[in-house]
């Protein structure tokens, strides 16, 4: 059942919504949002015409894994088989499929899935190595197990070395009969152009935030109904982000960094240095590196609103747009992009040299005061 994407309420109505977890992609029976790029892969599917490789690009945490394995399931049960194809515009399947529980499980033998592995010492990696790539190779040598499709999933294909997308090309050049491979990239630029060219190309959009903030409802059913939309607005249209947010308390972080920066150039020292320990303590890396993100991310919607003053704000506390507006009242766009570019480098450096969170943090919103106070 199609659902509109503009229409929040028929969102929530929808008979295929979501219980008030989500579950895993693979498991995951709900596309919601997106509904115009599943009808295209539909399509594809039904008239034959369906690409060897297929490259699913957007932001992280909007569905993009969950539409390859509904792609997936869709081949796997049947589908895309229909010798006079007509008009299509969903790749659900019933979930009581035997095709849809294998894929749940990771036991279909015609489905490989490639992701980030671990390294010697047990621990993750941070980019998927030609090793994982390999396996694809006698995996797709081999005939599928019932006749139809044999289909991989690289999920995460932009945190592939350049070894490892070497060898992805290598199979994308040449597939098999009936054989497909999904690469599911949060950043599509950073692969080889190579591999994108010989692509077709789907790109997701993120959620409208009511959208976002509809789906909250069930996937974090105890949160406050006030903070739904700010957080869908923090996410940017991810329910995923807006998950992960939610668990580390990132509204509330927000929420603190925006009444430091209320008070700029003035802001409160014993606050400041509060904020500052807490994010500087073991553990408490990633709740650094979001906070960054924050900042480096309100900083380039000051840079626009200096650029285009008529650009909407998406705002997400109250009294935001204000602040946004001094701001700009107090330095022209080069002045803006300056200090964005500075805090973005530092935020960077603090990741790739490992420096003190603690002086790091102070020293970003050190640098916010002194721009304001110019």
Not at 256 to 269: F, V, Y
Request: hydrophobic fraction near 45%.
């Amino acid at each position: 059942m199609a659902v509109r994407d503009d229409d929040p309420v028929a969102l929530r109505e929808h008979p295929d919504f979501p219980e008030s977890q989500a579950p895993a992609p693979r498991a995951n029976a709900d596309l919601l949002g997106n509904a115009e790029a599943e009808r295209s892969l539909a399509q594809a599917a039904a008239d034959g015409t369906l690409a060897g490789a297929w490259l699913i690009g957007g932001p992280e945490g909007i569905g993009k894994a969950t539409l390859a394995y509904r792609l997936a399931r869709h081949l796997l049960a049947g589908g895309g088989n229909d010798l006079f194809g007509g008009a299509a515009d969903t790749l659900a399947i019933d979930e009581a499929e035997p095709a849809f529980a294998r894929v749940a499980g990771g036991s279909h033998g015609d489905l490989l899935t490639v992701e980030l592995g671990l390294n010697k010492q047990g621990k993750k990696r941070t980019e998927i190595v030609v090793e994982d790539i390999r396996r694809l190779e006698p995996f797709f040598r081999q005939s599928a197990g019932e006749g139809g499709w044999r289909i991989a999933v690289i999920d995460g294909a932009d945190l592939m070395n350049r070894n490892a997308a070497n060898a992805a090309l290598k199979l994308i050049e040449e597939p098999p009969r009936q054989s497909l491979v999904i690469l599911v990239s949060h950043t599509p630029a950073k692969l080889l152009a190579t591999i994108r060219s010989r692509c077709r190309k789907l790109n997701l959009r993120p959620l409208k935030d009511e959208q976002a903030a509809v789906l909250l409802e069930r996937f974090l059913p105890d949160m406050a109904e006030e903070d739904r939309l700010p957080l869908a607005r923090l996410s940017g249209g991810s329910p995923g982000r807006a998950m992960r947010l939610e668990q580390m308390g990132g509204l509330d972080l927000y929420r603190e960094i925006m009444a430091l920066m209320a008070d700029a150039p003035h802001m409160d020292p014993a606050a400041l240095h509060a904020l500052a320990d807490r994010l500087g303590r073991s553990g408490q890396a990633p709740a650094c590196r979001t906070a960054l993100d924050f900042l480096s991310a309100w900083l380039a919607g000051l840079v626009r609103y200096a650029s285009e003053p008529d650009t909407p704000l998406n705002t997400v506390v109250t009294g935001e747009e204000a602040l946004i507006s001094r701001f700009a009242a107090r330095g022209n766009l080069e002045h803006w992009v300056d200090v964005w570019e500075k805090i973005t480098r530092l935020r960077d450096r603090a990741d790739s040299l490992n420096l003190d969170r603690k002086q790091v943090v102070l020293a970003v919103f050190g640098a916010v005061e002194a721009a304001v106070r110019t």
